[in-house]
């Protein structure tokens, strides 16, 4: 992960424009602003942690409550395996589709809030999650009976 993160590469380019810290870190914190590196911008920053623990613990297993830096490595490098065939939300989405829905929702709302300065509010970008999930769930639906 050693990919230099969007705002850091913005602040670079037009640092009267972006400050490199974290904006979601600075606003829910009261500790020093985090500069914001590649794992602050996909996991660490705690709104976007507190997405990832609840939808996590929801849609895929109970177990990832405390779901860690090294889970998240660990899915985006396909090498955690977890079993989601009897879980009763959604058990036809693979654990890789449900990650995916995870992370374009936090990145989509990141990104609003850099470039149009939408709030980053992670109970909507669960129900976000939660409408993307039942979408996809109702294509797989539909493929079944065609």
């Known amino acids: ?3 230099v993160a969007i705002r850091h590469k913005l602040h670079c ?5 972006f400050a490199p810290e ?11 602003p985090a500069i914001e590196n590649t794992e602050n911008l996909l996991f660490s920053c705690p ?3 507190e997405v990832w623990r609840h939808t996590h613990t929801f849609y895929l297993s109970p177990r990832l409550a405390h779901f860690a830096c090294e889970e998240y490595l660990a899915l985006l490098q396909f090498r955690l395996d977890i079993d989601r065939s ?13 990650f995916s829905c995870i992370q ?3 990145w989509s709302a990141h990104y609003r809030h850099i470039f149009h300065h939408s709030p980053f509010n992670p109970s909507q970008i669960t129900n976000s999650i939660h409408r993307e999930l039942v979408h996809l769930n109702s294509q797989l639906s539909l493929e079944t009976l065609i």
């Open 13 to 17: 380019h037009f640092p009267g424009n």
């Open 104 to 106: 374009y929702a936090i």
């Open 22 to 32: 974290c904006p979601h870190c600075c606003a829910s914190s009261t500790s020093p």
């Open 47 to 49: 709104p976007k942690l």
């Open 1 to 3: 992960m050693e990919i």
């Open 86 to 98: 009897s879980h009763e939300l959604f058990p036809k989405l693979s654990v890789f589709q449900v």
